[in-house]
């Protein structure tokens, strides 16, 4: 038998908002415990350069961030549990969840699971993320700055990220597989009216090339015909959508079409009372690790006064 065991709060996730929840959680003598996951930390862990987040005007790498964060949330009571929750029930309160080794009844939970960049599955890809190829061009842009970039996609989040890149890039090259935009009319017209983007129309990236230290050009195939040619580049951009890490909770909480959890407008509150989400899995607009910190903080400040409200 699994023990069982008694939180005021539980909070599943543990990147920016999941730590952010935990320590404002911590300071109001909530003691959280937080379900971390196995594989904790969320994209920051394979980010190696953070030169956005407040505080540090050096940058910071993706996982000593995430460290720090741990070690202020334990600093005020969290108890870090490094497993994934594998069931809930939110039918009734308290709440359960349960993970491999323990089972928590919890007055009040915190969502802050996540979400993960969709990629293309090239093992070469892979090999050279963080090495000229990102998922983030709002996060990466700046760290090539002076060369030619391509973004792979054809649908509002691609169009964005190559205007943002227009910013850094000498030019942007969009590789789309089809002949037309999934992007929005006034997305679409913006990127093609701009004289820094072009458009490869009808190719995908059959494989990305470098050396030893980084990424320095794309062999690009034409889907027609299979010819394979070189793309000289200094970054790639992978802009194909992402994935929230919500699918534990399907039929439980309300998710939008893209399965990101709905939140009530102005409050990270769920359709189920007691129950509130924030960072990546709530939000498909912002994505970054300072605007789910603020959502952390915002669920936390919701998760006490709903507390102190009930008990």
């Not at 915190?110 to 090999?127: C, F, H, N, R």
């Not at 090495?131 to 090539?144: E, H, I, N």
Request: glycine share 10%; with cysteine; proline share 4%.
């Amino acid at each position: 038998m699994k023990p069982v065991t008694a939180v005021r709060l539980a909070i599943i996730g543990s990147g920016p908002a999941g730590y952010t929840a935990a320590i404002y959680a911590g300071r109001a003598d909530l003691e959280p415990v937080v379900i971390a996951g196995a594989a904790f930390g969320g994209q920051l862990m394979i980010t190696t350069e953070v030169e956005n987040y407040p505080g540090f005007p050096e940058g910071v790498s993706g996982p000593e961030l995430v460290e720090m964060f741990q070690k202020q949330a334990e600093r005020f009571g969290a108890r870090i549990l490094f497993e994934d929750a594998t069931a809930i029930d939110f039918a009734k309160r308290p709440f359960t969840i349960e993970t491999d080794s323990e089972i928590f009844q919890a007055e009040t939970v915190v969502v802050a699971t996540g979400a993960q960049a969709k990629w293309l599955g090239l093992p070469s890809e892979e090999k050279y993320t963080n090495r000229g190829v990102s998922a983030c061009a709002t996060c990466d842009g700046a760290l090539y700055k002076g060369r030619p970039m391509a973004v792979i996609g054809g649908g509002d989040t691609a169009m964005e990220e190559a205007l943002f890149l227009t910013r850094f890039a000498t030019e942007v090259t969009v590789v789309h597989r089809r002949d037309s935009l999934r992007a929005s009319r006034i997305m679409a017209d913006r990127a093609q009216r701009h004289d820094k983007i072009r458009f490869l129309w009808h190719h995908e990236v059959a494989e990305v090339l470098g050396d030893d230290k980084a990424l320095t050009a794309v062999n690009v195939r034409d889907v027609r015909d299979g010819k394979v040619t070189r793309l000289d580049v200094g970054a790639l951009f992978v802009a194909i959508g992402h994935k929230p890490n919500t699918d534990l909770f399907r039929g439980v909480l309300e998710l939008n079409p893209q399965g990101y959890l709905v939140t009530q407008p102005g409050s990270t509150r769920t359709n189920v009372e007691g129950v509130f989400a924030c960072g990546d899995a709530m939000d498909p607009v912002y994505r970054q690790a300072v605007t789910a910190a603020g959502t952390g903080c915002m669920a936390a400040l919701d998760a006490e006064r709903w507390l102190a409200a009930h008990e």
